[in-house]
Each structure stands twice: as C-alpha cells, then as structure tokens.
C-alpha cells in the first residue's frame, strides 16, 4: 500500500492475535513497528519474528490502565524508532457476564483497558502529529458498539464510547492533516473471544450458532482484520477520516 515504507507505527495489544497479524502486515509494509503490550516476553517475540523476515520492529511493555505507563512507553518507543506517524489502538479485555451481575470492580477494569487506555494513547501520541501536521489513528472497536452484545454491557458501552470519541477527533484533528477512524471486528476467533464463549458444549454452541448467522459462514480470524487497519493507515486512505467500519463477515450490515 502507499506511503507506509518508512513510517512508524505504535500497536497497542501488539502481542496478541489481531494486533501480532496487524504488526505482521506494518512489517511487511515496510513499517518500524513498535509492539506495545503489557506481556513483554510475547511483544518481544513478535518484534522478533518481524526483525527476521527483513523489518523494524521493537518491544514495549505497557499497562495501559497507567497514564505514566503509556507516557513512559511512547517516549521510549519514538527515542528509537523516530515520530509516530500511525498509532493503532487495539487492544482490549473483558469479562463475559449479564450486567445485573457485574459490580464496580469489574466495570472500573473493563473501563481503564477499553476505555482510559485509548484515553492515555491518544493524549500521548497526538501531539507530535499535530506539531508536525500529518498522522493516521486507527481506533479498533468492536460491533458490539454497533448493535450490542447480551453480556458485554459494560465492554460495548467502552467501545461505543471510542467510536463517538474517534468521531469528534477527527474533527478536531481534521484541519491538521489527521485522521482518526474505526474498525469494528464482528465475532473473531481470538483469545478474548474463547475467552468470552468459554470452554466445552457451552462455547461449542456458541461458536457454531455464530458460525451459522454469519453469511460468510465462519468465524472472523485475526488476519480478515490486517488489512483493513494497514489500508486506513496508508496514504491510499488519504482522504478517509471519521468512518466506522465493520469486519464481520456481513453478520452486520448498516449504512
């Protein structure tokens, strides 16, 4: 894709599975990679892999709930690999349960990664694309902030706050040449997710009834989710900004 050999590109939850495919594909691209991902050892192993097949990738550990973290992570990040150009932010956590029965503790986790994480990401990275006046910000939230998922109340009402979030960046940031917009991954076959359908006939069940809902007839895999992010953060998408975008296999389909 165009414009991206050179660039550098922060990854958040960089170790794990859309966010190593997308990692992967920046690498491929010509990208300087920086993996952020509170597992140092996985991120490491990713950057690795990158380094081997001809890229620039580095490691970073990160706990997104901590704004000094995030601070601390970003400056490191752009003392080696130079400026930020593209800052992805993806990664994510929660805890599948009925809302009635869920309590502050698990909201206030749910909050600080989905939500304040992003928070801290953006307030970190977006000054130096607005000093320098270009940048690309790639916001991955999910369908559920589309049209809901029973037992991710608290996790969409997080990613439905990123998309409203995106969209007023991106009018702010529009006159600099950013552009800010969002992914939203239907039912995709990662760790969250297994950990969200959980193990044995229950999660069977589940997988199989979204399998069938699905009008692709599968279950999304980590790489359907790479080359969305890696175009939107490409000078082929120059002129695209404020967009909320869907990969979900046509399970969802909204104008």
Known sequence: MKGLKGKVAIVTGGAGGIGAAV???????GAAVAVFDINQEVAEAVAVQIRAAGGRAAAYAVDLTSQDSVIAAVAAAEKELGPADVLVNNAG????????KTDKALWDKIVAVNLYGALYMHHAVLPGMVARGAGRVINVASDAARVGSSGEAVYAFCKGGLVAFSKTMAR???RKQISVNVVC?????TALFRDFAGEGEQGDKLRSALTKAIPFGRLGQADDLEGIVVFLASDDAAFITGQVISVSGGLTMAG
Not at 23 to 29: D, I, M, N, V
Not at 93 to 100: G, I, Q, R, V
Not at 185 to 189: Q, S
Request: with cysteine; aromatic share 14%; hydrophobic share 40%.
């Open 23 to 29: 990692c992967h594909r920046f690498g491929a691209e």
């Open 93 to 100: 956590w929660d805890k599948a349960a009925p809302f009635l």
């Open 172 to 174: 702010e940031l529009a």
């Open 185 to 189: 991954p239907g039912p995709t076959d």
